[in-house]
């Protein structure tokens, strides 16, 4: 497992972009899938994005398609998700996190590491 430590959120305005990142502990970084999901009041956690080890791969969630950018650096240990054209349904706390195996992104049983979260909340 890593530790993980989420920031950059806050409140911003609808149409507004805010860069959320999160910086592992560990030298095994650059082993793990990583993802960022999210959860709003009284919801599950749903997915949003994942990038692979090697930096190549992303996948994102219908919603976010083409207005978040999962990236990563592995030299550095962090993880970012750039979140442009924000709405108000994208309100949530925002959580990253590690998955080892690099399968079943979307489900979070399947990631073993979790950040503490950080909030994000979009005015209309």
């Known amino acids: 497992q890593v530790q993980l430590a989420e920031s950059g959120g806050g409140l911003v305005q609808a149409g507004g972009s805010l860069r959320l990142s999160c910086v592992a502990s560990?030298?095994?970084?650059?082993?793990?899938?990583m993802g960022w999901f999210r959860q709003a009041p009284g919801k599950e956690r749903d997915f949003v994005a994942v990038i692979g080890w090697n930096e190549e791969s992303t996948y994102y969630a219908d919603s976010v398609k083409g207005r978040f950018t999962i990236s990563r650096d592995n030299a550095k240990n962090t993880v970012y998700l750039q979140m442009n054209s924000l709405k108000p349904e994208d309100t949530a706390v925002y959580y990253c996190a590690a998955n080892p195996s690099g399968r079943g992104w979307k489900i979070p049983s399947n990631y073993d590491s979790w950040g503490q979260g950080t909030q994000v909340t979009v005015s209309s």
């Open positions: 560990g030298r095994t970084f650059g082993m793990y899938a």
